[in-house]
């Protein structure tokens, strides 16, 4: 069962434009919401979270909305560097942090110089 | 910046064999979880431990798999009797325990791989 879904599995974005990547989700116990990057051969490193009583929480380049009545949230990466390009993964999980993540499949991002 | 270290980073062995991965997780964390990604899928929680006692497993984590924090800094995963579905990258992860209500990020290490044969 895919409680969490990245329906894209790779996207491309020119440097310096806006990346948009998406989730949905079908648990509705979920309440705290996070994106990972993961490079090849290294564990997946956090870059944002969102609580469930939030709809944006931002981070320099990096801000995340959360839809809950949409069960849908995202990740926007603007500008979008080449550094940039890794597979992010969303993951949420019920209560707290705490509890054990659940992943969606990824995506790979691609910014082309 | 405090990191979560995992060893081996690649670990072969044969069908049947035991097999220790081991993590040490952020000194001041103390929730400590188990996840892994079998080739081409998604990463799948194993189990969460807290206080010296397991919190939450998931189906994978059957009675092939323990769990141990032996002293202060090391949490061990072990898989008794390998089979070649164990195959996966294993990742270690650390979290902070929040006050009540407040949520905590897990924060992984780089990964063991392990091959059975």
């Known amino acids: 069962d895919q409680q969490v879904k990245q329906n894209s599995p790779s996207l491309s974005v020119q440097e310096g434009r806006i990346s948009i990547l998406n989730c949905d989700y079908t648990n509705s116990m979920f309440d705290y919401f996070l994106w990972y990057k993961k490079y090849p051969a290294e564990g997946p490193t956090f870059l944002i979270s969102?609580?469930?009583?939030?709809d944006k929480n931002e981070d320099g380049r990096f801000t995340v909305f959360l839809n809950k009545s949409a069960k849908h949230l995202s990740l926007h990466i603007v500008p979008s560097q080449p550094g940039d390009s890794a597979v992010y993964f969303c993951a949420a999980s019920e209560d707290s942090g705490n509890t054990p993540l659940v992943f969606g499949k990824g995506t790979r991002l691609s910014v082309i110089a | 910046e405090p990191e979560v270290t995992q060893t081996p980073s690649h670990q072969v062995t044969q069908m049947g064999q035991e097999v220790i991965l081991r993590c040490v997780p952020i000194?001041?964390?103390?929730?400590f979880y188990w996840y892994r990604q079998i080739l081409g899928q998604k990463v799948e929680f194993l189990v969460s431990f807290y206080n010296n006692e397991i919190s939450e497993k998931s189906e994978i984590f059957d009675d092939q798999f323990s769990v141990e924090r032996p002293d202060g800094s090391n949490f061990t995963l072990k898989i008794r009797s390998t089979k070649l579905e164990d195959s996966a990258m294993y990742f270690c992860?650390?979290?902070?325990?929040?006050?009540?209500?407040?949520?905590?990020?897990?924060?992984f290490g780089p990964g063991t791989r392990l091959t059975v044969l």
């Open positions: 992860a650390s979290s902070p325990r929040g006050q009540f209500g407040y949520s905590d990020t897990q924060y």
């Open positions: 969102i609580s469930s009583i939030k």
């Open positions: 000194s001041n964390h103390l929730y």
